[in-house]
């Protein structure tokens, strides 16, 4: 199909409709307010010749299962072909009201039951064609609902911060006698290191001295994940003991795995070098480069460098946000998280993780609050640092979510 849709197309469109278009009509009857002078019979005509031009060009198309991928086809080439065979007189109007049959269609399915897909499409097409760009913890979660949890397992089981754990636990034994104002003592992290049979950046202190936590910053990275999540207990702040989630915490099973997918992906998406306060620019686009690799369409260093451009109005600020975004990358490329190098893959295994932890990211809406009492004490600074002016301080202040 070019400029036109093909003769043969509407009976394509009849016949995927055929099962839909009864139940569909009457549906229409009785939940939504349809123009007199359209109908319900030329909604339905609509989506007939719509539903054809999709499977000429995609023959393996099902409408009770469309693909986001179905939808963008549909929306990018089917609709803009209809509205100019009609010649529309207000072509954007005509898209509009096509694209909301097409929701009205998606919503039927999910309503009465015919949905023969994953929820994540069906929240991700509803999304597209309202026009709205999908949230990205549906993406990442429809993303995630392709892995079984054999190909997750056996991933997230060999993963760096899983093995990391395992190091702490086995070091922690059944009590480990820690200093009071830090989670480990420099002999431990030494010890932790010396043990860890795994390749990471750095096994010792250059002078062969025991080494701080605060130097090691992947590692207190993962020690205090695991006191967040009861992997270790530290409420007796001389005393470190197994937590009461570590008994049994690489076993097969539900509740597990999901301490695992919390543990991991947090160790992905948390920098680091912020895990207390402060903002990190490669902290709030890392969850973007990763949904791009879960969906097949990787960053690599042209469409980071990209960034640069699409972030000029921020000034001097881009440069070091893309700068601070590729030092992250790499970092996980090293522990063997990500790719080694451009374009930035992630392995399957871990899209569950990534999925978890960005949807609970979003359920706790980390930036919500953070303006409730004023600027935060960083942002001051950060900002004059990066060269910003008043203009590019209160965008970003905006974007975060401040007056």
Known sequence: MDDTLEPGSYALGRQAMADLRGPFTTWL????????????????????????????LRPGARLTRLTPEDVDVLLTRVLPVMVEDVGADDPAEMVEDLQAIWWQLLTFLGQTGRWQGTPGDLETDLALVAGEPPELAEVLA??????????????VLASFPVRAAQAVLAHVGDGLEVPDDAELAGDDVTAVLAAFEHPIPVTADTEGEPQELQDVPWLRQVVLLMLD???LDGADETLLVPGAEADGWLEPAPEQRELRRQLVGRFVLEDPATLEEGFSVAEAVLPTV??????GEPFDDVTLDALVEDGAVLGPAAGVAVEELKERLSDLGVLGVLSERAPWTIARGFWPAIA???GDEEEDDLLGGLFGDGDPHWLEGVMGQLGLGDDQVQQIRGLLGGR
């Open 356 to 358: 978890a932890a960005v």
């Open 29 to 56: 009857d009785e939940n939504v307010h349809v123009d007199e002078e359209v109908g319900p019979e030329a909604v339905v005509e609509a989506l007939t010749v719509g539903a054809g031009g999709l499977l000429t």
């Open 142 to 155: 429809a993303a995630a609902a392709d892995v079984d949890e054999g190909e997750e397992d056996e991933t």
């Open 290 to 295: 990763l949904a791009s690799a879960m969906t």
């Open 229 to 231: 999540l009861d992997l």
